[in-house]
């Protein structure tokens, strides 16, 4: 097993590098880079114009009431006109896009390796405080959502495959079908106009992780208060995430319940319980620890965009938005190698998994 891990570990890096690499080099391709953001801004005309290409003449800027301008001259920036080139000069220089591509590539891999992944362009902060400010956000709306739905499926997957067929299981069928089609966003909304003030109830605040007073509350109200500003938002995450694993759960018991073994453990007047617990577990969870690296990182980073937003959560999720709508390379290129590394961590930490689910798997004997 040993050897297995180390290898696993040594093909972490190139993944690294050829995903980092291939979205580099798209990003950079892409119109409207950090540089034309900030011309931009400086020229006051974002939003404003409309860049029009006039063959044989350059660019022309035709604002809203049709007048067509001249673009002056700025490296090839929309929006540049009124800048000097030693202006526009500045501007490359301080976001570091004075230097070749090529140059500014292998820099990025240097400093990454070294987990030194800069400063945002825009916030004027490191992007490894950024994350860590907020982490705490993404961590609460992922890990409890992520275990909420897993306490919650995988016994009422199992006793759907008990009672297979029964009314139970045509009733909880349903409701977990109802559940899956309404859109997280929407219901969340609902929560919001029964439970947050909205037009009924105001039983849960709309706002924030924490209240304004958590520092000078106790230890056991600082727990009470932070479960009752996560309430809604994590129980909008959970009402649709139930479906998939319920489901699956329930048809990997049935398959392993109709299997021969079973047969014959029960000839052997084994009970429905030993049965159950002792042989059918271990063999049918083995496709649920298999989709939990997924599971937990769509819930940790990329499920609570919306929730975010319509809480007013500053998580992860709301960073990578505003970092990717602003061009913050920084941020968006320091954002994506975190989360794949922890994705394929995680993805490793899942085949240890089934090895003490089932000591029967045997990795060292596969190729990797």
């Known amino acids: 097993m040993a050897n297995y891990i180390l290898r696993r570990l040594l093909l972490i890096v190139p993944t690294l590098i050829a995903?980092?690499?291939?979205?580099?080099?798209?990003?950079?391709?892409?119109?409207?880079?950090?540089?034309?953001?900030?011309?931009?801004?400086m020229s006051g005309i974002r939003g404003n114009m409309i860049m029009e290409r006039i063959s044989g003449q350059?660019?022309?800027?035709?604002?809203?009431?049709?007048?067509?301008?001249?673009?002056?001259?700025?490296?090839?920036?929309?929006?540049?006109?009124?800048?000097?080139?030693?202006?526009?000069?500045?501007?490359?220089?301080?976001?570091?896009f004075d230097k070749p591509l090529h140059i500014r590539y292998v820099e990025m891999l240097r400093d990454y390796a070294l987990f030194d992944f800069g400063e945002s362009l825009f916030r004027g902060r490191s992007?490894?405080?950024?994350?860590?400010?907020?982490?705490?956000?993404?961590?609460?709306?992922?890990?409890w959502s992520t275990l909420i739905i897993y306490m919650i499926s995988i016994p009422l997957g199992i006793k759907k495959a008990v009672r297979n067929g029964t009314r139970f299981d045509t009733w909880t069928s349903t409701a977990i079908i109802l559940g899956n089609a309404i859109p997280t966003f929407l219901f969340a909304i609902v929560l919001i106009i029964l439970?947050?003030?909205?037009?009924?109830?105001?039983?849960?605040?709309?706002?924030?992780?924490?209240?304004?007073?958590f520092a000078e509350l106790s230890f056991f109200e600082k727990i009470?208060?932070?479960?009752?500003?996560?309430?809604?938002?994590?129980?909008?995450?959970?009402?649709?995430?139930f479906a998939t694993l319920t489901m699956l759960t329930k048809n990997a018991f049935l398959d392993e319940?109709?299997?021969?073994?079973?047969?014959?453990?029960?000839a052997k007047g084994c009970t429905e319980k030993r049965i159950l617990w002792r042989h059918v577990f271990r063999n049918a969870m083995l496709l649920i620890i298999a989709g939990f690296p997924a599971a937990f990182i769509s819930m940790f980073f990329t499920g609570s965009l919306l929730i975010e937003v319509i809480f007013?959560?500053?998580?992860?999720?709301?960073?990578?938005f505003e970092a990717t709508m602003q061009r913050d390379y920084?941020?968006?290129?320091?954002?994506?190698?975190?989360?794949?590394?922890?994705?394929?961590?995680?993805n490793l930490i899942s085949d240890i998994t089934y090895t003490v689910v089932d000591p029967r798997i045997d990795f060292e004997s596969r190729r990797t």
Do not use: C
């Open 19 to 41: 995903i980092i690499t291939i979205n580099f080099f798209i990003v950079q391709i892409a119109p409207g880079g950090p540089v034309d953001q900030i011309i931009a801004e």
């Open 58 to 96: 350059g660019a022309r800027e035709v604002d809203d009431g049709g007048h067509a301008e001249e673009q002056d001259s700025g490296g090839g920036y929309r929006g540049a006109r009124g800048l000097n080139p030693e202006e526009i000069e500045e501007i490359k220089r301080r976001f570091g």
């Open 127 to 143: 992007v490894v405080g950024l994350i860590v400010d907020r982490m705490p956000v993404s961590i609460s709306l992922g890990l």
């Open 195 to 213: 439970f947050a003030g909205g037009t009924y109830l105001d039983w849960f605040p709309l706002r924030g992780l924490t209240s304004d007073n």
């Open 224 to 241: 009470v208060d932070y479960f009752h500003h996560l309430a809604l938002p994590v129980l909008a995450m959970v009402i649709g995430g």
């Open 257 to 266: 319940i109709n299997k021969q073994y079973v047969i014959t453990a029960r």
């Open 312 to 320: 007013s959560l500053e998580g992860l999720g709301l960073l990578g």
């Open 330 to 346: 920084p941020v968006m290129f320091g954002t994506l190698y975190i989360f794949t590394l922890l994705g394929l961590l995680l």
